[in-house]
């Protein structure tokens, strides 16, 4: 008995294979497309939380200049010649002469003469000929404070207390109000981005103001004191920071 066995080989046509290969390339393109894009939108969190966190850091590179000296602490050792603020601003800073362990509360702060703080012995860092010559940075207020500090900006002798205003001249030596060094130093409110010690930003205010009797913040005058700066900075992103810089005139 024989069996007689039948084979059925059917191929793709021509056709079916031209589709297929169609359909598998416009499905392709797409997805590339697809993924692409994610790929790179999905670094976007990213990078806009970078560029939030240097904005940051460059308005406290700009505080850090304002404010050159750190809140006093209680229960803390100091050494001869360290500096603090008082933790309640009085527009003076102080300068240890006698080393210790400050106390538990914060102390009287005395404008002149010696303020004692558990062991350690404070000064307040007023300007004195006995501190002659003065080097580039150094801080001092005035012997009869203002509330304002003032920073050297050009070395040189000093002998008399010279006549404190925005920007002042003591024998050779060139003082500034830190708020106007800080004023010129972050630059002015354009389209130009700025690079320097503090990073890179744009500035969109930097600008003397006041409140107004409705506590509204306006800019200031010809001859109105320069005491509240207002200060606005942004990314390339376009986010914003703003900051206020005071000084209680006295």
């Keep these: 008995m024989r069996i007689k066995t039948e084979y059925s080989a059917r191929g793709f046509t021509l056709i079916e294979i ?15 497309t ?21 904005l940051s850091r460059i308005m406290a590179n700009i505080t850090a200049d304002y404010i050159p000296y750190p809140k006093r602490k209680p229960s803390t050792y100091y050494a001869v010649d360290n500096k603090v603020l008082p933790v309640e601003m009085n527009g003076r ?62 070395t040189g002798g000093c002998s008399t207390e010279p006549d404190w205003t925005s920007t002042v001249y003591d024998g050779s030596t060139e003082w500034i109000r830190l708020l106007g060094y800080l004023n010129f130093q972050i630059g002015t409110a354009d389209s130009t981005e700025k690079n320097n010690s503090y990073g890179r930003y744009y500035v969109v205010l930097n600008r003397f103001v006041k409140f107004d009797s409705s506590n509204i913040i306006q800019p200031i005058t010809s001859g109105e004191a320069e005491n509240i700066l207002q200060v606005k900075i942004k990314n390339d992103e376009g986010e914003t920071l703003s900051a206020l810089f005071t000084v209680r005139e006295e």
Excluded: Q
């Design 93 to 154: 800073f102080y300068i240890c002469t006698g080393s210790g362990t400050s106390g538990v509360s914060e102390p009287v702060w005395h404008d002149y003469g010696v303020t004692y703080d558990g062991g350690v012995t404070w000064k307040a860092g007023v300007w004195t000929s006995s501190n002659a010559p003065y080097e580039e940075d150094d801080i001092v207020i005035r012997a009869k404070p203002n509330g304002h500090f003032y920073r050297c900006i050009t």
């Design 34 to 54: 697809l993924f692409s894009d994610s790929l790179i939108k999905s670094s976007d969190p990213v990078n806009r939380l970078r560029k939030s966190s240097d």
């Design 18 to 32: 031209i589709v297929t290969v169609v359909m598998v390339a416009v499905f392709s393109a797409m997805m590339i």
